[in-house]
């Protein structure tokens, strides 16, 4: 790791909190985190960009944090780490990836226990991602998410546990990489495609994600449908939906508002042509639903809002 300027941006979260009598909230900022990092030959410019649990991040936040990490890079920061609370700690990270020319490395992190709790684990994801942010080969890969010494790509990271320290894995491909000694090492190359939008703008469009289940009918999306822009569903398997749902999603299309079929599994991609009937994705997709191919509702949902706002289509978004 090298010498350089690493700017903080502070969101929020767990990793910021402090405790009262109704229990912890995000309340300390960025000069308050750079401080518990000492010992490494770098330059940290902290910086506040929201104080809130990660449960109250909006798009707007996001979009906002975007604009944020780009302003650090035009100022000439080499790196750029986000630390953030972890609930949605994934989607901003794929917002950033949707918004941002990552031409040095952006790392985002955060903490599964509060500062004042044994065992805190903030102070070392930090110190991991501003040692990451200092490694520029990473800057390749588009934002990443260092916790817990691990290097996971935005569009793969997901927050498999809810309290584990552990909490974050890429059940597809696994870490890219790993931290040993404020030193990055490299396990595998860079993303084959980037998920960065050809086109931004803020978002302003309303896009919701509707849970496939055994029995579900189509009520749920018939309630909603004029209030949307578009719509995820979060099939299941490699995107079957059952037949009354699949009819419901259908008329929404045919209403001229695109509905992208993702999995409600972890791990997987949706299929095309494997299987056929009533709700199969061979049906599905020939009625003009758009696969996700193998990205999460929660990322799908964000890649139709952000793409939209910047008036792609979801053809041209997957």
Avoid at 84 to 111: I, K, N, Q, R, S
Avoid at 157 to 175: D, E, N, Y
Avoid at 192 to 205: G, S
Avoid at 246 to 259: E, K
């Amino acid at each position: 790791m090298s010498n350089g300027t690493v700017s903080l941006l502070a969101m929020g979260g767990t990793v910021a909190a402090a405790p009262d009598e109704g229990g912890a909230a995000a309340r300390h900022g960025a000069g308050d985190l750079a401080g518990t990092v000492g010992g490494l030959p770098v330059a940290v410019r902290p910086r506040d960009v929201r104080t809130v649990s990660s449960r109250a991040v909006t798009l707007d936040d996001m979009w906002a944090l975007a604009a944020a990490v780009r302003e650090e890079i035009e100022g000439g920061a080499e790196g750029v780490v986000v630390t953030h609370g972890t609930d949605t700690l994934e989607e901003t990270a794929y917002a950033l990836a949707m918004l941002v020319d990552t031409v040095v490395p952006v790392v985002v992190t955060g903490a599964m226990r509060a500062p004042h709790l044994p065992g805190a684990d903030g102070p070392a994801n930090i110190r991991a991602a501003i040692s990451a942010a200092l490694h520029a080969p990473l800057a390749r890969y588009g934002p990443v998410v260092v916790f817990q010494d691990e290097i996971h790509v935005a569009r793969l990271v997901t927050k498999h546990h809810s309290t584990r320290i552990a909490a974050f894995a890429s059940p597809s491909a696994g870490p890219v990489g790993f931290l040993a000694e404020d030193e990055v090492e490299l396990l595998l190359g860079p993303p084959p495609v980037t998920d960065r939008l050809p086109a931004t703008a803020p978002p302003d469009r309303r896009v919701e994600i509707v849970p496939a289940m055994a029995g579900a009918d189509g009520r749920l999306v018939d309630a909603i449908a004029a209030e949307v822009d578009a719509l995820v569903v979060a099939g299941t398997g490699a995107g079957h939906l059952p037949p009354p749902l699949a009819d419901a999603l259908v008329r929404v299309v045919r209403g001229d508002r695109p509905v992208v079929l993702a999995s409600r599994c972890e791990d997987g991609p949706i299929l095309r042509r494997t299987y056929r009937g009533h709700g199969s994705e061979t049906q599905l997709l020939a009625d003009g639903l758009v696969a996700s191919r193998t990205l999460s509702p929660l990322k799908a949902r964000l890649r139709l809002v952000f793409g939209l706002s910047a008036g792609l289509t979801a053809r041209q978004l997957f």
